[in-house]
Each structure stands twice: as C-alpha cells, then as structure tokens.
C-alpha cells in the first residue's frame, strides 16, 4: 500500500523519493528470501498459533509505524513487518487448501488471493488515496487495522491442525525441485515481473499514450484495482469450473493479446481514453485471473508439501517483483514506455510456456514418498 504515497512519505522521513521507494524494496526481498525458510522450519508447527502470533505482531506493526519519523526505524520496523508476513502466509494458504472442498478449491484460494495479487491491483490505489486525503499516516492506521482485523477473523475461523509426519530436509528440497513445482515457480514469478514491469511505470505510460494521461492516472488505477479484484474471484470460479489448466491459460492468452495490442496503440498516439478504458478493464482481470489456479495446481502436485510449495510461490512472486520494477525503469531509461508492453508480452508468453510444461501430465504429489505421509493428502 506505500508505494502509492511515496512522495508523503519521503517528506514525512525526510529522505528523497528514490530512498523510500527503498522501503518497498526491502519489503519484498526479506519476503521473497524469509517465505521459504519459514516455511521450512515450521513445517511441523502448529498453524493455528503460528499465524495468530504472526498477524499480531504484524498489526502492531504498522501501528508503530505511523508514530515514526525516522527513516532507519522505519527500515527495521518494515523488515519486522516483512519477516511476520514471511511466517503466516503460507501456512494460511495451505490451510485453506487442504480444508476446502475439491470442488470449491479454486473459489476458496481466490478469496486469500485477493489479498496477495489484490494487495498490488487494489492496495495502492487505496493506499494513495488516504494517504493523499490523510497523511501517509493514515495509511499505516489503515494497514494495521486490516491486520488486526484479521487477526480476528482468522482467530475466529482458523481450525488447530494436527501436526505433519515429519518428512526428511533433503527428501522436501528433492521433492520441491522436480519439474512440475520448479517450473511453476519459474513461470509465476515470470508472469509477476512481466505485470509489474508495466504497472509500475504506468503513469509515464499514460502520459505518453494518452491526451491527459496525468488527468486519468487515478481513475485508470482505480478501474484496474476493481477489475484486478474481480479477475481474482473470477479466476477462482474458472479454477473449479474449467480446471487451473484451462484457466492459467485463458488468463495469460488474452493478457498478452492485451499487452501487444497497447505496444500497436503507442504507434498511433494519442489515443482516445473511449479505446484505453475497455482495455485497461480487460487487462485488469486478466492479470490476476490465472492465480488462484497456478496455486491450486502446485497444492495438486506438491501433496503434503503444499506449505513449503506455496512459501516458495510466494518468494517466486516478490522477486518478480523486485526484478520487473528494475527492469522496467532499465526500459524506461534506456527507451521509451511504450516499449514496457512489448516487454510485459514477451514476458508472460514466457511464463505460459514454462508454467504450459510445468503441469502437463503432472501426478499428485511429488513423490510416493511425500504423499504417502498423509493417506488423504490434499484430496480432502
């Protein structure tokens, strides 16, 4: 949510803009590197106070936050943040994989994927207004209200499981390196760079497509936040209806049609905002429709390391993050933004082929021997 009031922000440490942007930086990488290890080291935990231990130190968080004016504790305070999220989050959404019915799986994982891929569709939007309106602040009150209330929901929802059979550190590595998990979290964290390149660099996009890209800006983040929110519940209705196969698919064909179509229209410039609207509504809900299926197609391969395979999503889509941000302003600095859609389209064609790969005639489980722990595995 603070990469929409960046410029609050900088005033508010008093540092310069490209020094706070480190903040959300730092953020991602100590998730990208702490998601896998946790979910390593508590494989075995108990979930349940896992999670609530985590979401309460997160909100108290970002409640200490909005007291602070000093850039160095705000670092700290965000790696604290990052490592708490590092922890919960996979756990969470193994959790609701193994605990949902076969057939509302997808439906299940779209709801927590509204808050990982809506974090970025509808967060900063969010999080710019009320900075804007009320300080930037206001945003961390705002981040540690949503996690308090959380806390609560998932204290309220969230079932003790019992333990996982313990299962060999090397046997999990062999395990989570085969095909069908390795090259799935290559082709996510593709799919990830290539959206962010654009996303990130959107507004000198929209000042050089369009006749007041300036004037826009706003509304074009808002429309994709609300298409990107819907693609996400839409993507977990296709997962059920259609199989994750099927929808992985549709979702990254029709987003790269998008991004080439954007590449053509930056040679006819200026556009109408009457032809960009439409595609940014579809651009919206196709950039988030294929990931409650990419995330129940790894809980279908990976068996009882489902934790361990979607901490590993997880880390595999920061540092998309972090790497489709450099990359972009690499393009911006060395071209034009009209070349960021060309390079998102590469981009995801990449990753439609390698996740393609990843899934075909993939069995559940990894292994015989992983799957073998739990005689009900994922399929219950």
Same mark, same amino acid.
């Given at each position: 949510?603070?990469?929409?009031?960046?410029?609050?922000?900088?005033?508010?440490?008093?540092? +310069?803009?490209?020094?706070?942007?480190?903040?959300?930086?730092? !953020?991602?990488?100590?998730?990208?590197?702490?998601?896998?290890?946790?979910?390593?080291?508590?494989?075995?935990?108990?979930?349940?106070?896992?999670?609530?231990?985590?979401?309460?130190? !997160?909100?108290?968080?970002?409640?200490?936050?909005?007291?602070?004016?000093?850039?160095?504790?705000?670092?700290?305070?965000?790696?604290?943040?990052?490592?708490?999220?590092?922890?919960?989050?996979?756990?969470?959404? =193994? $959790?609701?994989?193994?605990?949902?019915?076969?057939?509302?799986?997808?439906?299940?994982?779209?709801?927590?994927?509204?808050?990982?891929?809506? $974090?970025?569709?509808?967060?900063?939007?969010?999080?710019?207004?009320?900075?804007?309106?009320?300080?930037?602040?206001?945003?961390?009150?705002?981040?540690?209200?949503?996690?308090?209330?959380?806390?609560?929901?998932?204290?309220?929802?969230?079932?003790?499981?019992?333990?996982?059979?313990?299962?060999?550190?090397?046997?999990?590595?062999?395990?989570?390196?085969?095909?069908?998990?390795?090259?799935?979290?290559?082709?996510?964290?593709?799919?990830?760079?290539?959206?962010?390149?654009?996303?990130?660099?959107?507004?000198? !996009?929209?000042?050089?497509?369009?006749?007041?890209?300036?004037?826009?800006?706003?509304?074009?983040?808002?429309?994709?936040?609300?298409?990107?929110?819907?693609?996400? !519940?839409?993507?977990?209705?296709?997962?059920?209806?259609?199989?994750?196969?099927?929808?992985?698919?549709?979702?990254?064909?029709?987003?790269?049609?998008?991004?080439?179509?954007?590449?053509?229209?930056?040679?006819?410039?200026?556009?109408?905002?009457?032809?960009?609207?439409?595609?940014?509504?579809?651009?919206?809900?196709?950039?988030?429709?294929?990931?409650?299926?990419?995330?129940?197609?790894?809980?279908?391969?990976?068996?009882?390391?489902?934790?361990?395979?979607?901490?590993?999503?997880? +880390?595999?889509?920061?540092?998309?993050?972090?790497?489709?941000?450099?990359?972009?302003?690499?393009?911006? $600095?060395? =071209?034009?933004?009209?070349?960021?859609?060309?390079?998102?389209?590469?981009?995801?064609?990449?990753?439609?082929?390698?996740?393609?790969?990843?899934?075909?005639?993939?069995?559940?489980?990894?292994?015989?021997?992983? +799957?073998?722990?739990?005689?009900?595995?994922?399929?219950?």
């Amino acid at each position: 949510m603070i990469s929409g009031i960046l410029p609050e922000l900088a005033d508010g440490l008093s540092v +310069s803009e490209a020094v706070a942007g480190q903040l959300v930086t730092v !953020f991602s990488l100590t998730i990208a590197v702490a998601t896998p290890v946790a979910g390593f080291l508590l494989f075995r935990a108990a979930r349940r106070t896992v999670v609530l231990t985590a979401l309460g130190v !997160f909100t108290v968080v970002n409640f200490v936050a909005a007291l602070v004016d000093h850039y160095a504790v705000m670092v700290v305070l965000r790696i604290i943040a990052a490592l708490a999220a590092s922890a919960a989050t996979p756990l969470i959404f =193994a $959790s609701t994989a193994e605990l949902a019915p076969d057939r509302l799986r997808g439906r299940y994982l779209s709801v927590l994927a509204v808050g990982i891929t809506g $974090s970025i569709a509808f967060g900063v939007p969010l999080g710019s207004w009320i900075g804007t309106a009320l300080g930037w602040q206001a945003t961390f009150t705002a981040m540690g209200c949503c996690g308090a209330l959380s806390l609560l929901l998932v204290a309220a929802s969230l079932p003790e499981t019992e333990p996982k059979a313990p299962v060999p550190f090397r046997e999990q590595v062999r395990a989570l390196s085969a095909r069908p998990i390795s090259l799935a979290l290559a082709g996510g964290a593709l799919a990830v760079m290539g959206s962010v390149m654009l996303l990130t660099y959107l507004a000198p !996009f929209l000042q050089g497509l369009l006749h007041d890209g300036d004037g826009v800006r706003a509304l074009v983040f808002a429309v994709l936040g609300v298409a990107g929110t819907v693609g996400v !519940f839409a993507g977990g209705w296709a997962t059920d209806r259609l199989g994750p196969d099927r929808t992985i698919r549709l979702g990254l064909v029709v987003f790269v049609a998008v991004m080439a179509t954007l590449a053509a229209l930056w040679t006819l410039r200026p556009v109408p905002l009457y032809v960009f609207m439409p595609l940014v509504v579809v651009w919206g809900v196709t950039a988030y429709l294929s990931a409650p299926a990419v995330q129940a197609r790894l809980h279908h391969v990976a068996g009882d390391l489902t934790a361990q395979a979607l901490a590993l999503n997880t +880390s595999a889509g920061y540092l998309g993050i972090a790497v489709g941000g450099a990359l972009g302003g690499l393009i911006l $600095s060395h =071209a034009t933004a009209g070349w960021l859609p060309t390079a998102t389209a590469v981009t995801c064609a990449l990753a439609l082929g390698l996740l393609t790969l990843a899934f075909r005639g993939a069995a559940h489980g990894p292994s015989a021997d992983t +799957s073998t722990n739990d005689p009900q595995g994922a399929t219950k």
